[in-house]
């Protein structure tokens, strides 16, 4: 599976726009960007994924570069809890041998402060 | 719906002792996995199931054992309790065909071996 690359941190003011960048350069073409995050001490919770289109759903926007190398996360109005760790993850689905073993990095610690 | 328990919340070993970490969902999930995290880290593999009856290591077996005998169950066991097992850990579950990717994570298990 390609490596994924995020800034270790982040800040973002309550009820803007927090954009998490995610740098994947290696992706292959069969490979999916998946997004998680984590809130302290809780277990990672799946936020969206795309393959090249960007994606919206209820929680984020996913915004995917036409080469698929970089992707952004967009959290349109951050609350205090969105404050979190968040994980860019890339993994082949159905046909590879990824099986789902996400490769939790490092991720990037997001905090919303007022 | 439930979604992924865990038991127990917390649990302290003496070294040498054995235990075994429970997992269930009651969504019908075929794909269930152990995760394991030390402290600052991401979350690595330990072992995976894509039905039951049949399971896979992941990133970090060793010391770990697990069984598949029904759908809703996936069993964590220490053979042999070691400090470096001190860990949180964490099950997760998923469809298959594809969705492997969106993993439901439940609330973790936290583990201190004396």
């Known amino acids: 599976d390609a490596k994924t690359t995020q800034p270790p941190s982040m800040d973002c003011a309550e009820g803007r726009a927090a954009n998490l960048p995610c740098n994947h350069s290696?992706?292959?073409?069969?490979?999916?960007v998946y997004w998680y995050r984590q809130i302290h001490s809780q277990g990672p919770q799946y936020i969206i994924h795309?393959?090249?289109n960007n994606e919206t759903n209820e929680m984020a926007s996913l915004i995917i570069t036409e080469d698929r190398k970089s992707s952004t996360l967009i959290l349109p109005h951050a609350t205090l809890r969105d404050t979190a760790v968040y994980y860019c993850?890339?993994?082949?689905?159905?046909?590879?041998?990824?099986?789902?073993?996400?490769?939790f990095g490092q991720g990037t610690i997001l905090t919303v402060h007022p | 719906n439930a979604g992924v328990t865990q038991t127990p919340k917390f649990q302290v070993l003496k070294t040498g002792q054995s235990m075994t970490l429970q997992c269930a969902q009651d969504?019908?999930?075929?794909?269930m996995s152990w995760y394991r995290q030390d402290p600052g880290m991401g979350l690595r593999l330990i072992h995976y199931?894509?039905?039951?009856?049949?399971?896979d290591q992941g990133e970090v077996p060793n010391g770990y054992n697990v069984s598949r005998s029904t759908t809703e169950d996936f069993p964590l066991r220490l053979l042999s309790a070691a400090p470096s097992q001190t860990s949180v850990y964490f099950c997760?579950?998923?469809?298959?065909?594809?969705?492997?990717?969106?993993?439901?994570f439940g609330p973790g298990t936290r583990l201190t071996v004396t």
């Open positions: 997760a579950s998923s469809y298959r065909y594809g969705r492997e990717g969106e993993q439901y």
């Open positions: 199931s894509v039905g039951a009856g049949i399971t």
């Open positions: 795309g393959l090249k």
């Open positions: 969504m019908n999930h075929e794909y």
């Open positions: 993850i890339v993994l082949a689905n159905a046909g590879g041998t990824s099986y789902g073993k996400l490769t």
């Open positions: 290696t992706i292959s073409g069969n490979e999916y």
